[in-house]
């Protein structure tokens, strides 16, 4: 039983970090871009920390000009989030969907990591809102 408790309070330890973190990005303060990763799972690549839901971006699907993200069954489109430097996370406020949830719904652009990472400065998380587009279907 000591053990479950440990993990219970190092789970609920992250959670309270992933928390501040998100308050400072709410701020418009500096914090760590992946602490979302600490919060409630919700499937693949979705989490919750607080009333905000993020949802990392497909690595495969994210274009320069726009891209495309389901919610609650229903697909839309975001304009241009990312910005010229690949090496920033990008947090994309979602505005304008159907059953937003009572915080925010971020799509994560994680950013790219390089070996240069280790000797120059990686740059800081961009935030921004986009307007996005319900798609027919």
Do not use: C
């Amino acid at each position: 039983h000591h053990l479950e408790w440990q993990a219970d309070v190092a789970s609920l330890e992250a959670y309270d970090w992933a928390a501040e973190q998100n308050f400072a990005r709410h701020e418009g303060e500096p914090f760590d871009p992946v602490f979302y990763r600490n919060g409630e799972q919700l499937g693949p690549g979705a989490f919750k920390v607080d009333d905000d839901v993020f949802i990392e971006a497909e690595q495969g699907r994210r274009s320069r000009d726009q891209v495309e993200v389901s919610w609650h069954g229903r697909r839309y489109r975001v304009g241009p989030p990312l910005p010229a430097e690949r090496r920033s996370w990008v947090f994309v406020t979602l505005e304008g969907l159907d059953e937003p949830p009572p915080g925010d719904a971020v799509l994560v652009f994680p950013g790219r990591s390089s070996m240069l990472d280790l000797f120059s400065r990686v740059p800081q998380p961009v935030s921004r809102a986009a307007v996005v587009e319900r798609l027919a279907g």
